[in-house]
C-alpha cells in the first residue's frame, strides 16, 4: 500500500513539474513571439526595417539564452543538410516563388492598383543594405520560429497539424504591421514554411529558402510598410 501511495505522489510531482515548466514555456513564448510584434503592429510610428530587425535580433538572443541555458546539444539546431531533403525544398521554394508572382499583384490590385508583375530593380541598386538586412532577417527568423519555437510548441503537442498551424501562427503574428492583404500572403508562407520544416528539419536550407522568397517578396513590391 505505502509503495502505491509513494508512485502515485511521484506521478503527482512529476505532473506538477510538467505544468509548471509548461506555463513557464507559454510565458517565454508570449513575451518573445507575441508581444514584440504586436507592439510594432499597434505602434506605427516604430515601424522599420531597423527596429524590426531589432526586434527580431532581441527575440532571437533571449532564444539563445534559454537554449544556453536548457544546455541543447548540437543535433537540436538541425544545421544537417540530407540528399532528400533538397528536392522538396527546391520544390517548395519554386511554388512559393509562383505564389508570390500570383499573391502580390492581386493584393496590388485589391488596393486599387494594377494586376501584373512589376519587379523595382532600382531598389536594389538604391538599398542595397535594405537586402543585406533582409537576409540577416530570414536567417534569424529561420532560427527563432523553426529550430525553437517548433521544439518548443512540441512540449505542448506532438499532434503534427496542431503544430504546423500554432507555428503558422506566430509566423503571422510576426507580421501583423502589414496590410491586411499581404499578411494573408505571410500566413499562407508561413503554413508553407512549418509544413516543410515539420517534414525536413534543415535550418540551412530554410534559411536558404527563406530568403530567396523574402528577397523575391522585397522586388515585387510587397514589404511597402518599410
Known amino acids: 500500500m505505502k509503495n502505491k501511495i509513494a508512485i502515485l505522489q511521484n506521478k503527482i510531482t512529476i505532473l506538477q513539474i510538467a505544468i509548471l515548466q509548461n506555463k513557464v514555456t507559454a510565458s517565454q513564448l508570449i513575451a518573445i513571439f507575441i508581444i514584440p510584434p504586436l507592439v510594432l503592429a499597434f505602434f506605427p510610428a516604430l515601424r522599420s526595417l531597423y527596429t524590426n530587425i531589432i526586434t527580431i535580433a532581441c527575440c532571437t538572443f533571449a532564444c539563445i539564452i534559454i537554449i544556453i541555458k536548457e544546455g541543447w546539444k548540437w543535433p537540436d539546431f538541425h544545421l544537417n543538410i540530407e540528399k532528400q531533403m533538397i528536392g522538396p525544398y527546391i520544390g517548395f521554394t519554386v511554388a512559393g516563388l509562383l505564389f508570390l508572382m500570383v499573391a502580390v499583384p492581386l493584393v496590388n490590385w485589391m488596393k486599387g492598383g494594377e494586376f501584373s508583375i ?109
Request: proline share 1%; with cysteine; hydrophobic share 50%.
Open 118 to 226: 512589376q519587379i523595382k530593380k532600382e531598389l536594389l541598386k538604391k538599398d542595397f543594405l535594405k537586402y543585406v538586412l533582409i537576409v540577416i532577417i530570414c536567417l534569424l527568423q529561420a532560427f527563432s520560429y523553426k529550430t525553437f519555437l517548433f521544439k518548443k510548441l512540441s512540449n505542448f503537442t506532438q499532434e503534427k497539424w496542431t503544430l504546423i498551424l500554432l507555428n503558422t501562427g506566430f509566423f503571422t503574428i510576426m507580421h501583423a504591421m502589414f496590410p491586411w492583404g499581404f499578411i494573408g500572403i505571410c500566413c499562407f508562407g508561413g503554413l508553407g514554411f512549418a509544413y516543410i520544416y515539420y517534414h525536413y528539419q534543415s535550418l540551412v536550407l530554410m534559411t536558404i529558402s527563406h530568403t530567396i522568397l523574402n528577397f523575391t517578396a522585397a522586388l515585387l513590391g510587397a514589404f511597402q510598410t518599410y
